[in-house]
C-alpha cells in the first residue's frame, strides 16, 4: 500500500512515481519481479546474466541458485544477510575499483534502488521466474459483472484517483465509431442513438458498429502496421509489387471474426494445412510482407540469412512480444533467449522458396492467383449471361426434337449392302503455311527445296536448326475443326549428325494447353506432364528418314468439332526438317454412332449417355435399350437426330445451325470468364523448398559465419513445442498451433493488450512488442491475466473481446478532467478519465471525405493513387524504377478509404507520414502521436482536406437557409453534436468577415471553390459557398475533430 | 541512457508551460524581422535532452554533403601515382586478398588496375594532393580534415546509404539528423530542426534510389523527421495556402481557431490542446518564413560568386548549398544535401567529371562564406559518399576510359569547422587503394566523432526500444577520430 505521502508526491511527480521504482517502507513485501528485476535487468545483467560471453567473474545474478551459491567463501547474494552479500557490498562501496555497477558502464543506482535492493536480501532474497512466461490463470470475480472495471476501479482507489462520469451520449457514438469502423457517425446514425431510451442503448449501438463492414478495414489497419504491408518492395529500385490480396484477406478476416487461433495458424502456416484453400494460401503473405532487394551485386546468402532473421523476429514480436533481434548476434542479456534458440526459431522460416534477389518483379515467386469471390461483379455477371443462353439452348433444343419426330430417318445399317467407308484428309501444312501469322523462335522460317534439303512430299519442307535452345515455327490464325475420330500425321526428318533433343507439336484453343512430345519433354518444359498439355510420346523417332508421327487427335484432348486456331512445330536443339502435316478421319456411316441409330444403341451406356440432355441421362441411368419401351426408343431417337446424327444435320436446318449460334455464343462466354479468372491478380505467399535448407547458429549475427547446426524448435524457456510427426522436422504448423496452445503464456496476452491499446491509446503493458524482462510491468496484471484467458475460453472470438472493452466503463467515461488529474495521470494509463487520443493519418482523411460527401466506400483491390504534391517520388525514384513517377488516377480513386492508398515505401504518402504512419519497413507495434505545425498546414491546406471543406460547405448550404442552421449541421458531421451559443457566434463573426471578403473578390472566391477535381454545384453563390469553404475548413481543424474524444 | 518515461516527462512538463507561454500570442511575422544570427532561445519549441550536451560542443549545428553513390577516392583524393606502372595488369593476389566483391564483378576473370586518368597536385600550406577535378575544394584543404581510410560493413547502395545516414543496414534506425533534433533541440521555432535537400544531378550520370528512412525518424517521435525542402512545388510541403485563400483569411481564421480550441482546453484539460494551439501558430509562422529563407535576393554579389554561376539556379547543387548556410543561420539544426550520381560502373572519368563540376564550387563556396561569416566555427560540415571505387576497372578498360564497382573497404571523407582540425589528413591505404594500412574509420567512428563535436558522447546517448538501448553507432566499439578535433 501507498502511504499518504506517496500520493501526495504521486499528485507531484506523476510519472516518477508511476514509472520508476516506488520509494519502500521496511513493513512492505519486496516482489522480485515488480521491484527488483527491472533494477536487475538494466543494471546488471548486462555483465550477470544470461550471455556466458559477456559475463564476468562467471557470476550470474539472474538465477537464484547461481546468485547465493558460496564460492571461495563468498556469496553474491546471502538471503537475509547484507554483510554477507558482496553484490551489496560492492553496491555500496565508495572504493572506484569496486563499486558496481563499474564506472565505465555509465550505470549508476539511485538511492530509493538501493533501498529496494537492500529490504529485497534481507526479506530473503526470493526469486520470481518472470511474470509474462507463466501462464495466465483468472480467478473468478466477486463482482463478475463488472469484469474490466472490476480491476481498473480497484487500481484508481488504490492510487486515491477518482474517475470522472460517463461521457455525453454524443461524446460516446463519436468514440465508438472511430474505434470500430474509423469513421465518426453520421448524422442518421446519431439521431438513432439519441432516440434509442430503452436500458441497453450503448450496447445496440457497439454492435451496430461491430457489424459494419466498415470495422474489418479499421481493424485491419493496425494489423497491417504490424505486418509490415505495402505495395513496393522497399529496397533499392522499391518497385511494385501485388500482394493486395493478402491486405483485403486481413480485412476480410476481422469482418468474418475468424478466430484469433485461426487467424494465427493461417498467417503463419496456411500453406501447410491439409488441402489449403487459395484463401488459406494468402494469409500467408503476412512473412512476405518483408522488404527485399533486387539491387545488383547483392550477394545471396547474406539476403536469405537476412530475410530469414527478419521473419523470425516479426514472427516473435507480433505473437509472442519477444524481441528476439539481439540474440541474433550473441545471447541474450536480459531475456532468456539464448542465441541457439533464436537460430531454432529463425529455421522455421528459412526456408521458404523466395529468391534473395526479388527481380524488381511484380510478382515474386512463390505467388498464387486469386479467384474472384462469388459475389464478385463481373462473376455475378458471367453467370447471368450463360443461365440466359443455357435457357435459349434448351428453347431451341425442344424445337429440334419437335422437328426431329417429324424427320423419316434410314438407318444406314438397315442398308443392303451398306454404304461404303468414307476417308478425308485435311492438310494443314504443306509446302508452307495458309495465310495467317508466321512467329518463330530462333532463325527466321526457313523452307527448303528438295536441292536444299529433305523434302517428304511436294516442293518444300520446313527446315529449323535451334542451339541448345528452343526453336519452332508457330502459326495462328487458322480455322481448323477437328473430325470424329481424326487422327493426327505429321513427317518429321531428324539430321541424323546434329538431332534434335526433343520435338513437339501444339495446338491453340483458347490457350496452348494441347501438346504431343517425343524425347527429352522436360528440355522443352512447358504444361503439365501427363496432362493434354505434355503428353508423352516417348523417344524420338529414327533419324536420317522421313517418320510418320500419328495420334488420335483425342490423345491430346481435342474433342471432335472443336476449333483449332493454331498450331507450332517445336523442338529442343539440333536440326530437324517438317513436312506433310494434316489429320484424317473416315466415316462408315453403317457402322458410325453418328449415322446409325444402330450404331449408337449399340455402344456402352457411359459413351451413350453423354449425348443426352441432363434429364434423359438421369432417367436412363442403368436402362440397357432392351428395356425401353417404343415411347422412350422414339424419345430418345428424337433427341439423337437433333444432337448427334449427322445424316438428320440438312433436314433440322435452320434450328441446328442457330443452336450452334448460340453455342459459339457461350463458348466465347466461357472463353471470355476463363480470361477474365486468368487476368486476376496474384498475390505473394509463402512455400517452402522441397528441402529445406539447413539452418546454424550465426556467429555474431554474419550470414557467412555458421557455427552450430540446429533443427526447428521453440525458445526453451516456453512450453515445448508438439509435433504433428514426434519422430520428424518440426514444421511451422507445429509452430503456429504452438502458438495458440493453452499452454502458451503470451499469445493471448499480446493479443489482449493489442486491442487494448488500440482502444485505450496505450497498452496495460506499454512496451507491447516486448513482454520480456526488459519490458514494462503491466499497469493491471491481474487484469491482463483475467482478459487473456477470458479470450481463449470464448474461442478466441475478437468482436467479443472489442466488445468486452467497449462497454466498459472504463472506456465510456469523460475524457475531460482537473487539471490534477491531467497531471497524475499524463498517459492516462490508470483510465481515471475517459481515452483522448490524437486521431491517425488514414482517420482523418476519411472522415474528411465522409464529411465532404466525396468518401467513396468501395472495398479493396490495386492500391490506389491518390492525390499527392508534386515530386514526392521523383527526387527519390530510381530512374530504372516503375515508381519512379507519380501517375495520380482519377474519379473514385481519389476518395476512397485511405487504407487503399498505395503505399511506397521509400516514399510513402505525405499525409500519411506527416500523421505518424509507418512506412512499413518494419513491423510497428503503435505509432507515434505527434502535434507538429507541418501537420496543421496539411489539414489547412492539403487540396484533399480543402476540397472535403468544399464538400462539407455545399451540403451546409443545402441543409439549411440559416447560418446558425448551417454551422450547426457542420458540428453535427464533423463532432457529432450541436454547436454551443458562445461558438455560433465566433464562427458566425468569422463567416461575415470572410464572405464580406468574397463578395468583393469574386475572382478569389471562385479559385477558393475549384480546388479539387470535384466539381461546385452549378449556379451556386460562389462567394458564399467560398466563405462557408472556409468556415468547413475551420471546423475541420478544430482539436476537437483532430482527435477521438 | 534515456527513458521513455523521462523523455515523455520533460516532454508533457515542458509542452504544459510553453503551450501557455505561446497559446494565443499572434507571434509577429517573420517578414522583415532581422534574421541575422540565430534565434534566440526564447522562442524554442523543444529543447534539448536533460543533460545534454554531454560536453560543451564545438559544433551547434551540422551540414552533410551526401555524395550519393560512392565517389571514386582514386579520382579525387587518395593519390596514387604508382599505378600508372600497373596498367591493365591484374590486381595482385596479395592485395586482394580474396575478399569479397560485388556480385556486379565477382564474375570477371581478370581484375585489371585502372591507374587515375586526372593529374594531381598539391595545395595549400598543408600540401594535400588534390584531383583536377576538384580545383575549387583544393582551395580550401587547410580548413578541411581529410580521412582516407572510412570503411563501411555493405557493399551494395541501399544498405550502405542506409548504414550511413542511420547507423545500421537494416531500415527501422533513425538517420542521423532525427537523433540529432531529439537530443538536442531545435533553436528555432519558424522552421524545422533537420532539412533535407535533394537537388538536381547531372543527366548523364548513373543516379541511384534514395529513400526517407536516410532522413526518417525511425522509431523517435516523428517531429523529428527530416522535413524536405523542396526544390520544385511547395518548398515545404503544403505551405501556400489554398487557392483564393490569402495570408489575412488565414490569420482570421486562426484567431477564431484559437479561440476555440482555447475554449475547449479549459473544458477538457488535455494540455496537448495547448500545444496544437501552438503549432497552428509556428505553421502561419512558417509560412512567412519560409518564403523569406528561399528568396536570396537580398545575397551580396560577392556571397554568391563564392558558390558560382549555379548558386542562383533553384534546385542546382550550389544553391542547396547555399540554402543550406541560410538554414543554418536561422537556426536549422541539421542540413543533410543528398547529391545523386556518383555510381560510375562504366565511363566514369566523363560522369565523375560531371559529378565535380555540379558540386566542387558549391562545396568550397560553402566553407568560404561559413567562415567569412563566423559560422564555421560552430557548424560542422561533412563530405562523403557510402563507399569508395575499386582500383581495378569494371568493364573495358582503356587509359581514358574505365568503370570502377563498389568498394566498402576505405573511401575518402571530409570534415571541417565546428570542432575540426584543418589541413590534416588521417589514415593511409596501401599502393592499390585497395585497404587501409593504418588507421581505419568505420563509419560508426564518423558518426561518432560527428556527435562528439556537437558535445554528445555517443556511448551514453541511447534510447530503449524493443529491449534494446540503441545508439546511433551501434553495439561494436566506436571512437571519435581525436587526430582530427580541433
Keep these: 500500500m501507498l502511504s499518504q505521502l506517496d500520493i501526495r508526491i504521486s499528485l507531484l511527480l506523476p510519472l516518477l512515481l508511476l514509472a520508476l521504482p516506488r520509494t519502500v517502507t521496511a513493513e512492505e513485501k519486496i516482489r522480485f519481479n515488480r521491484d527488483v528485476r527491472p533494477i536487475l535487468s ?84 526470493q526469486y520470481e521466474d518472470h ?27 488504490e492510487l486515491g484517483l477518482t474517475s470522472t462520469a460517463e461521457a455525453s451520449h454524443n461524446a460516446l457514438i463519436r468514440r465508438v465509431a472511430y474505434a470500430v469502423t474509423g469513421l465518426p457517425p453520421t448524422p442518421e446514425e446519431l439521431a438513432q442513438f439519441l432516440a434509442d431510451q430503452k436500458p441497453g442503448a450503448y450496447e445496440r449501438m457497439v454492435d451496430r458498429y461491430l457489424a459494419s463492414r466498415h470495422y474489418g478495414e479499421e481493424m485491419a489497419r493496425h494489423w497491417l502496421d504490424v505486418a509490415r504491408y505495402a505495395d513496393t518492395h522497399g529496397m533499392h529500385l522499391d518497385n511494385e509489387r501485388q500482394m493486395f490480396a493478402y491486405r483485403d484477406w486481413v480485412v476480410d478476416a476481422f469482418n468474418r471474426n475468424l478466430p484469433f487461433d485461426q487467424f494465427t495458424i493461417e498467417q503463419i502456416a496456411g500453406d501447410l494445412i491439409p488441402d489449403a484453400s487459395v484463401d488459406q494460401l494468402v494469409a500467408t503473405g503476412f512473412n512476405r510482407c518483408n522488404i527485399t532487394t533486387g539491387e545488383g551485386g547483392t550477394i545471396a546468402a547474406e539476403f536469405i540469412f537476412r530475410y530469414a532473421v527478419e521473419r523470425a523476429s516479426t514472427t516473435a514480436q507480433t505473437w509472442l512480444g519477444l524481441t528476439a533481434g539481439c540474440a541474433v548476434c550473441h545471447d541474450h542479456k536480459f531475456d532468456p533467449i539464448p542465441t541457439k534458440d533464436f537460430y531454432s526459431f529463425y529455421a522455421f522460416f528459412h526456408s521458404n522458396a523466395d529468391p534473395a534477389l526479388d527481380g524488381n518483379k511484380l510478382l515474386t515467386a512463390p505467388v498464387v492467383k486469386v479467384t474472384p469471390s462469388d459475389d464478385d461483379a463481373k462473376t455475378v455477371e458471367f453467370n447471368k449471361r450463360a443461365a440466359e443462353l443455357d435457357v435459349q439452348i434448351a428453347g431451341i433444343e425442344k424445337r429440334i426434337a419437335a422437328a426431329a419426330s417429324r424427320i423419316k430417318y434410314v438407318d444406314p445399317a438397315a442398308l443392303t449392302p451398306p454404304p461404303e467407308p468414307e476417308v478425308k484428309e485435311v492438310i494443314w501444312f504443306e509446302d508452307g503455311f495458309p495465310k495467317g501469322t508466321i512467329e518463330v523462335t530462333g532463325p527466321p522460317l526457313k523452307l527448303v527445296t528438295r536441292e536444299e534439303g529433305p523434302v517428304f512430299r511436294g516442293k518444300l519442307a520446313i527446315r529449323r536448326t535451334a542451339k541448345n535452345a528452343i526453336g519452332q515455327d508457330v502459326y495462328s490464325q487458322g480455322k481448323f475443326t477437328v473430325p470424329r475420330d481424326g487422327t493426327f500425321f505429321a513427317h518429321c526428318y531428324l539430321d541424323p549428325k546434329d538431332p534434335p533433343e526433343a520435338i513437339m507439336l501444339q495446338f491453340f484453343v483458347g490457350g496452348w494447353n494441347h501438346r504431343v512430345v517425343w524425347g527429352a519433354h522436360e528440355k522443352i518444359g512447358w504444361g503439365k506432364v501427363n496432362t493434354h498439355q505434355r503428353v508423352d510420346m516417348g523417344s524420338l523417332p529414327e533419324k536420317g528418314k522421313w517418320v510418320r508421327l500419328e495420334f488420335a487427335a483425342d490423345k491430346v484432348g481435342l474433342k471432335p468439332g472443336t476449333t483449332v486456331t493454331g498450331y507450332a512445330l517445336t523442338q529442343f536443339s539440333g536440326t530437324m526438317g517438317w513436312d506433310h502435316f494434316g489429320i484424317s478421319s473416315t466415316t462408315d456411316p453403317a457402322k458410325d454412332p453418328a449415322y446409325s441409330w444402330q450404331a449408337w444403341k449399340a455402344q456402352p451406356e457411359a459413351t451413350r449417355n453423354q449425348d443426352l440432355s441432363p434429364d434423359l441421362q438421369k432417367r436412363f441411368k442403368g436402362k440397357a435399350p432392351d428395356k425401353w419401351n417404343t415411347k422412350e426408343e422414339t424419345e430418345l431417337r428424337n433427341q439423337w437426330l437433333g444432337r448427334v446424327c449427322l445424316g438428320a444435320r440438312k433436314e433440322l436446318e435452320p434450328l441446328t445451325s442457330e443452336k450452334a449460334g448460340i453455342g459459339t455464343q457461350r463458348a466465347a462466354l466461357a472463353q471470355e470468364r476463363a480470361a477474365y479468372e486468368s487476368s486476376m491478380h496474384s498475390t505473394f505467399i509463402w512455400r517452402d523448398l522441397q528441402k529445406p535448407r539447413d539452418s546454424f547458429v550465426m556467429l555474431r549475427g554474419a550470414y557467412n559465419k555458421p557455427g552450430e547446426k540446429v533443427e526447428p524448435d521453440t525458445p526453451a524457456v516456453l512450453p515445448p513445442l508438439e509435433k504433428a510427426n514426434p519422430d520428424g522436422r518440426a514444421t511451422r504448423l507445429d509452430l503456429a498451433k504452438w502458438m495458440v496452445s493453452r499452454e502458451n503464456p503470451l499469445t493471448a496476452r499480446v493479443a489482449v493488450n493489442r486491442f487494448w491499446q488500440q482502444l485505450f491509446g496505450v497498452g496495460l503493458v506499454k512496451t507491447g512488442h516486448d513482454f520480456g524482462t526488459q519490458g514494462d510491468l503491466p499497469t493491471h496484471p491481474k487484469l491482463l491475466d483475467w482478459l487473456a484467458v477470458r479470450f481463449q475460453d470464448e474461442s478466441w472470438d475478437m468482436k467479443k473481446l472489442m466488445r468486452l472493452m467497449l462497454v466498459s466503463d472504463a472506456f465510456r467515461r469523460t475524457s475531460s478532467g482537473s487539471a490534477d488529474l491531467w497531471q497524475a495521470d499524463a498517459e492516462n494509463r490508470y483510465l481515471a478519465r475517459g481515452p483522448r487520443i490524437r486521431l491517425d493519418a488514414e482517420q482523418l482523411r476519411d472522415a474528411a471525405l465522409l464529411a465532404g460527401g466525396l468518401l467513396v466506400k468501395k472495398m479493396g483491390g490495386k492500391g490506389v493513387r491518390t492525390y499527392q504534391p508534386p515530386n514526392i517520388w521523383e527526387p527519390v525514384g530510381f530512374r530504372g524504377s516503375n515508381t519512379a513517377k507519380y501517375k495520380r488516377d482519377n474519379g473514385d480513386a481519389l476518395y476512397r478509404r485511405s487504407i487503399y492508398t498505395f503505399l511506397k515505401r521509400t516514399a510513402p504518402a505525405p499525409f500519411m507520414a506527416n500523421f505518424d504512419a509507418p512506412n512499413r519497413e518494419a513491423s510497428c507495434y503503435r505509432r507515434d502521436r505527434s502535434n507538429t505545425p507541418l501537420q496543421a498546414l496539411q489539414l489547412l491546406n492539403d487540396v484533399q482536406f480543402f476540397e472535403a471543406a468544399r464538400g462539407l460547405a455545399t451540403r451546409m448550404m443545402v441543409t439549411s437557409k440559416d447560418p446558425a442552421g448551417r454551422v450547426n449541421y457542420a458540428y453535427q458531421v464533423v463532432l457529432s453534436r450541436a454547436a454551443a451559443a458562445d461558438e455560433l457566434e465566433l464562427i458566425g463573426d ?43 475548413n475551420l471546423i475541420l481543424n478544430l482539436d476537437e475533430n483532430i482527435i477521438r474524444n | 541512457m534515456i527513458h521513455e518515461a523521462q523523455f515523455t516527462l520533460n516532454r508533457r512538463q515542458f509542452f504544459g508551460q510553453s503551450g501557455l507561454r505561446m497559446g494565443g500570442i499572434a507571434m509577429p511575422l517573420m517578414l522583415g524581422q532581422s534574421l541575422s544570427g540565430r534565434a534566440s532561445a526564447a522562442s524554442e519549441v523543444h529543447p534539448a535532452l536533460p543533460g545534454l550536451p554531454h560536453a560543451a560542443a564545438k559544433a551547434k549545428a551540422v551540414i552533410y554533403l551526401h555524395m550519393n553513390g560512392g565517389p571514386s577516392q582514386l579520382d579525387t583524393w587518395d593519390y596514387k601515382p604508382g599505378l600508372v606502372e600497373h596498367f591493365n595488369k591484374d590486381l595482385p593476389d596479395e592485395i586482394r586478398k580474396g575478399q569479397r566483391l560485388s556480385t556486379m564483378t565477382s564474375g570477371q576473370k581478370k581484375f585489371p588496375v585502372a591507374p587515375s586518368k586526372f593529374k594531381f597536385t598539391q595545395h595549400g600550406q598543408c600540401g594535400r594532393w588534390v584531383s583536377e577535378l576538384l580545383p575549387h575544394t583544393a582551395k580550401i584543404v587547410d580548413d578541411i580534415a581529410l580521412i582516407k581510410t572510412v570503411n563501411t560493413n555493405a557493399i551494395n547502395h541501399d544498405p550502405a546509404c542506409t548504414f550511413v545516414m542511420t ?20 533553436e528555432t521555432s519558424d522552421l524545422p530542426s533537420f532539412v533535407a535537400l535533394m537537388p538536381r544531378y547531372p543527366s548523364g550520370s548513373n543516379g541511384q534510389a534514395l529513400y526517407s528512412r536516410l532522413w526518417g525518424p525511425g522509431f523517435l517521435p516523428g517531429r523529428h523527421s527530416g522535413v524536405v525542402l523542396r526544390s520544385a512545388g511547395d518548398p515545404v510541403l503544403y505551405i501556400d495556402n489554398p487557392p483564393g485563400v490569402d495570408r489575412d483569411d488565414r490569420r482570421a481564421m486562426l484567431d477564431t481557431l484559437g479561440e476555440l480550441n482555447k475554449k475547449s482546453f479549459a473544458a477538457v484539460g488535455d494540455p496537448d490542446i495547448q500545444t496544437r494551439i501552438a503549432q497552428y501558430e509556428m505553421a502561419f509562422r512558417m509560412q512567412g518564413s519560409v518564403p523569406e529563407l528561399t528568396d536570396i535576393s537580398k545575397e551580396t554579389k560577392a556571397t554568391l560568386d563564392l558558390y558560382g554561376p549555379e548558386a542562383t539556379n533553384s534546385g542546382s547543387f550550389a544553391s542547396s548549398a547555399l540554402l543550406a548556410r541560410r538554414l543554418v543561420e536561422r537556426g536549422v539544426r541539421v542540413v543533410q544535401i543528398m547529391h545523386r550520381g556518383w555510381d560510375s560502373h562504366g565511363n566514369l572519368p566523363a560522369e565523375l567529371g560531371n559529378q565535380c563540376r555540379d558540386t566542387d564550387q558549391g562545396c568550397a563556396g560553402l566553407i568560404q562564406d561559413l567562415k567569412q561569416r563566423g559560422m564555421l566555427d560552430d557548424t560542422l560540415v561533412i563530405w562523403g559518399g557510402e563507399f569508395g571505387r575499386t582500383v581495378y576497372s569494371q568493364g573495358a578498360l582503356s587509359r581514358q576510359k574505365y568503370g570502377r564497382d563498389h568498394h566498402p573497404r576505405n573511401f575518402c571523407m571530409w570534415m571541417a569547422g565546428g570542432g575540426i582540425k584543418g589541413g590534416v589528413v588521417h589514415g593511409e591505404t596501401d599502393d592499390f587503394s585497395y585497404s587501409p594500412v593504418e588507421n581505419p574509420v568505420n563509419v560508426n567512428d564518423i558518426n561518432a566523432t560527428i556527435l562528439h563535436c556537437l558535445g554528445i558522447n555517443h556511448e551514453r546517448f541511447s534510447v530503449r526500444h524493443q529491449g534494446l538501448n540503441l545508439r546511433l553507432t551501434g553495439v561494436e566499439d566506436a571512437h571519435p577520430v581525436k587526430q582530427i578535433l580541433a
Excluded at chain 1, 563499474?102 to 532474497?125: F, M, N, T, Y
Excluded at chain 1, 495466465?136 to 463482482?143: H, M, R
Aim: aromatic fraction near 8%; charge should be neutral; charged fraction near 30%.
Design chain 1, 42 to 125: 538494466e543494471n546488471c545483467f548486462a555483465c550477470h546474466g544470461q550471455d556466458a560471453k559477456k559475463r564476468k567473474a562467471k557470476l550470474r545474478l539472474d538465477k537464484s541458485e547461481a546468485a547465493i551459491a558460496e564460492r571461495d567463501d563468498i556469496r553474491a547474494i546471502a538471503p537475509g544477510n547484507l554483510e554477507k552479500s558482496e553484490a551489496w557490498l560492492r553496491i555500496i562501496s565508495e572504493d572506484k575499483d569496486e563499486v558496481m555497477p563499474p564506472e565505465d558502464s555509465h550505470k549508476e543506482l539511485s538511492g530509493a534502488q538501493k533501498d529496494v535492493l537492500r529490504q529485497w536480501i534481507l526479506q530473503g532474497a
Design chain 1, 131 to 157: 511474470w509474462a512466461f507463466i501462464a495466465p490463470v483468472a480467478k473468478a470475480l466477486p463482482d463478475a459483472g463488472r469484469g474490466i472495471d472490476h480491476f481498473i476501479d480497484a487500481k484508481l482507489k
Design chain 1, 990 to 1032: 468569422y463567416y461575415q468577415k470572410q464572405v464580406a471578403k468574397y463578395k468583393a473578390a469574386p475572382a478569389e472566391a471562385a479559385k477558393a471553390i475549384t480546388f479539387g477535381d470535384s466539381k461546385p454545384p452549378d449556379g451556386v453563390d460562389a462567394p458564399e459557398l467560398a466563405a462557408w469553404t472556409l468556415v468547413a
Design chain 2, 167 to 186: 547507423g545500421t543496414e537494416i531500415p527501422g534506425r533513425p538517420s542521423l539528423g532525427s537523433w540529432l533534433s531529439y537530443g538536442l533541440g531545435a
